[in-house]
């Protein structure tokens, strides 16, 4: 089947526009020498500073220094239900969901204006605090470089006392949480945090928004989707080339999880997993394959399918998905029961 034989997901004129722009701020910002040229891409990627007034939904955020060195830092989501959990009334200490952002482990970051925007929806729909991290980026900082900062803000949550969060987070409910490249460190700092006791952290679940993985195998969801205005092999090959190790091929376990490589997680204590795929999605291949690997490693696990969905689809509100993906985020959270595949 030809890309012209595909039947083609109706988007509105102006989000059409903007995918392409960002498409091509990738390509333009992508030098021919492996590096990227950030004062460029600065010019396309809005910045939007924290909010310290409640917005309309209710949400304020400000910004946590955890290593000046590394430039590690968080955007901090407070909720206006945050009250204390002595309060007179009785109220309960609200979730915390840990989100690692998209783009390819070498684009964006927690003050991108979509990025930020889609957090703050998270924050009031779910009643929930939202730690936004700033990991570093390839090709200038490759793997695990951006597993340890997402990990090390975990830690640095676990052992810190945060002003206007400490006394009205419940830690022993938290989430690990990201979308594309993201929502595959999510799979990898669950790992990782499995053999690690915190004071107060326990994971009780992980939230995967179409994760990036990969493989040396072309899928057929890759071959068939060759016109997706924001995925391409092109692209994705060159992401890998990024960030994994030197003389790494994409079948490297940050990639392919469960492929050749991939590490046995048969005896690690992982959480409840919620996957959630595209029908438009080039990845989507690989991210159900994600999905039966866990299964196969007798993991909880729901897959969530919108067919008509593109890469990226939950940062653009206009788009139907986008809320009804926060709904099903939401009965996640509130450990109300998945659908194991939602045909939306």
Same mark, same amino acid.
């Given at each position: #089947? ?10 509105? !004129? ?7 722009? @960002?498409?091509?701020?990738? /390509? ?5 020498? $492996? ?5 460029? #891409? %600065?010019?396309?990627d809005h910045k939007v500073a924290p909010s310290e007034k409640k917005l309309?939904? +209710?949400?304020?955020?400000? /910004?946590?220094? *955890? ?5 590690? !830092?968080? &955007? ?20 915390? *969901? ?12 927690? /003050? ?8 703050? &929806?998270?924050? $009031? ?17 490759? @793997?695990?470089?951006?597993? /340890? ?28 949480? +990201? ?9 990898? =700092?669950?790992?990782?945090? %499995? ?16 994760p990036f993985f990969g493989g040396e195998e072309r899928t057929e969801s890759?071959?068939?989707? *060759? ?12 992401? !890998? ?15 392919? =999880?469960? +492929? ?16 959630v795929i595209g029908g438009f999605d080039p990845l989507k291949d690989w ?58």
């Amino acid at each position: #089947m030809s890309k012209n034989d595909l039947k083609q997901p109706a988007l509105p !004129w102006k989000l059409k526009i903007l995918l392409s722009v @960002y498409s091509f701020a990738v /390509d333009i910002t992508r030098r021919s020498d $492996g590096s990227v040229n950030r004062c460029l #891409m %600065s010019l396309i990627d809005h910045k939007v500073a924290p909010s310290e007034k409640k917005l309309s939904n +209710g949400i304020k955020s400000k /910004d946590i220094i *955890v290593d000046p060195t590394r430039n590690l !830092w968080f &955007r901090l989501y407070i909720p206006s239900k945050a009250i204390p959990l002595d309060d007179i009334n009785g109220h309960a200490r609200l979730p915390v *969901v840990f989100y690692f952002h998209g783009g390819g482990f070498a684009y964006f970051s927690p /003050d991108s204006k979509r990025t930020d925007g889609f957090c703050c &929806r998270l924050a $009031g729909e779910l009643s929930a605090f939202v730690i936004s991290v700033n990991y570093r980026l390839a090709p200038e900082h490759r @793997y695990p470089c951006q597993l /340890d900062d997402c990990f090390d803000a975990l830690k640095f949550v676990d052992s810190n006392n945060i002003d206007g969060f400490s006394s009205y987070a419940n830690l022993t409910n938290c989430f690990l949480a +990201g979308d594309s490249a993201g929502g595959n460190l999510a799979h990898h =700092v669950a790992v990782k945090a %499995s053999g690690k006791n915190f004071r107060n952290i326990e994971v009780t679940g992980n939230i995967l928004l179409q994760p990036f993985f990969g493989g040396e195998e072309r899928t057929e969801s890759e071959l068939k989707l *060759v016109g997706d205005p924001v995925v391409t092999i092109e692209k994705n090959d060159w992401f !890998w080339e990024s960030v994994l190790p030197e003389n790494s091929d994409r079948n490297h376990p940050a990639a392919n =999880v469960f +492929g050749p490589n991939g590490v046995d997680i048969s005896g690690v204590n992982f959480p409840p997993t919620i996957v959630v795929i595209g029908g438009f999605d080039p990845l989507k291949d690989w991210q159900e394959k994600y999905y039966e690997g866990l299964k196969q490693y007798g993991k909880e696990a729901y897959l969530v399918e919108y067919p008509n969905a593109i890469h990226a689809f939950y940062l653009f509100p206009e788009l139907a998905e986008s809320s009804l993906l926060i709904k099903e985020v939401k009965d996640f959270v509130q450990k109300k029961p998945c659908t194991p595949l939602a045909n939306i």
